[in-house]
């Protein structure tokens, strides 16, 4: 078992971690922000607060674990927001619709950072898919057009690597 307390907190928050690995032969914490990275050897058990400080940072918390000779790694992303102002502060209430649209995007932007890459990945190629199948009743030349987009990116894939 490895939990955090909270996935979005704000700078100068206390995050709390907890794990439980009873039958581990040894188990350590790593904190990676941006560059700056932690390790801490840990209990088989128990809960440790830290303080985060680096706003804008996607600060990756892993417990990783030897069992038998196998080592195991469970990640969480911590999303560290900018800290609240200590004096009163007012804003400008614009409730149009272009304000709420950006809201609404920026909102999803937060969510969508919170995946990781494999699971973003996997999203778009079901997003893509989704769209090819509505779209092909009603252009069927849509899919020699899908087709042949899949074999130009797989062929870029190919030669990235």
């Not at 939990?3 to 700078?11: E, G, L, P």
């Not at 040894?26 to 990676?32: A, M, T, V, Y």
């Not at 809960?47 to 080592?71: D, F």
Request: hydrophobic residues 40%.
């Amino acid at each position: 078992m490895f939990k955090i307390s909270k996935r979005i907190i704000r700078a100068g928050e206390i995050l709390e971690i907890s794990w439980d690995c009873n039958s581990c032969d040894s188990q350590e914490l790593l904190i990676q922000t941006g560059a700056k990275k932690s390790v801490l050897p840990v209990e088989t058990s128990g809960t440790k607060k830290i303080k985060l400080t680096a706003p804008g940072e996607k600060t990756v918390i892993s417990l990783r674990t030897v069992k038998n000779g196998k080592e195991h790694v469970s990640s969480k992303r911590v999303w560290v927001r900018a800290a609240k102002q200590q004096y009163d502060e007012f804003e400008y209430v614009d409730d149009s619709i272009w304000n709420r649209v950006k809201e609404f995007f920026r909102k999803l932007k937060l969510r969508w950072n919170m995946f990781s890459p494999e699971r973003q990945r996997l999203y778009i190629v079901l997003t893509v898919l989704a769209v090819h199948l509505l779209l092909q009743p009603y252009y069927p030349s849509f899919s020699l057009l899908f087709i042949y987009g899949l074999i130009a990116y797989l062929i870029y894939k190919v030669y990235k690597m």
